[in-house]
């Protein structure tokens, strides 16, 4: 099962009592401001869960893999997550079968 | 940006809400994220990014203190991969040109 919008507005719908429209554009409007910031060039800090944080790369030697042919990867700034030391902690002490 | 920070906006941007279900909302998206996370599942928010568990296996470690040799179990560690949008928006070089 795949966690998506549509099942985290239902539950917003369901557990908050938003109704659907307003679960649907909250959702939509949580992840619009976290982006919203992360464009602004600030890092985003969810304690409990993670903190979303952005990194400048300079520019590095690339490969074109197809035609061997040398071509700079340009300086770009990423986003980078890290999980709250409770979440890691949580996901590495349950049990789970290796699907891999 | 932190998660009150986000919650005061939330709120503003939905007037017709009490504050508190902009508090409610984000803990509930939050804790919906951490348990599929927990069950093994993936998360994928279009226009921002997916989150999947990423498998370290077992290896050899050292205790840096002893120089002991330790060994070090599997384990699952939670990883972000940001969306196309996402990329291209943060991105101040594409957001330059």
Do not use: C, W
Not at chain 2, 36 to 61: K, T, V
Not at chain 2, 63 to 74: F, L, Q, R, T
Not at chain 2, 81 to 97: C, N, P, W, Y
């Amino acid at each position: 099962m795949t966690l998506t919008k549509a099942e985290l507005s239902d539950l917003l719908f369901e557990k908050v009592g938003l109704n659907k429209r307003e679960a649907k554009d909250m959702v939509e409007a949580f992840f619009d401001e976290v982006r919203d910031a992360l464009e602004k060039g600030n890092g985003v800090k969810l304690s409990g869960f993670g903190n979303f944080q952005l990194r400048e790369k300079p520019q590095r030697p690339g490969r074109n893999p197809k035609t061997g042919e040398e071509i700079p990867i340009t300086a770009r700034r990423v986003v980078t997550f890290h999980a709250s030391q409770k979440l890691k902690a949580t996901v590495e002490s349950t049990p789970r079968v290796n699907s891999d | 940006m932190t998660k009150s920070e986000l919650i005061d906006r939330l709120a503003t941007r939905f007037p017709q809400l009490v504050a508190k279900d902009a508090e409610f909302a984000v803990k509930m998206i939050l804790d919906a994220m951490s348990a599929a996370l927990i069950r093994g599942d993936r998360i994928e928010i279009r226009g921002f990014g997916s989150f999947a568990l990423n498998y370290r296996p077992p290896r050899l470690g050292r205790n840096p203190k002893s120089g002991e040799k330790v060994e070090v179990p599997e384990k699952y560690v939670p990883h972000f991969k940001a969306g196309k949008e996402l990329r291209e928006r943060v991105d101040f070089v594409a957001s330059t040109q």
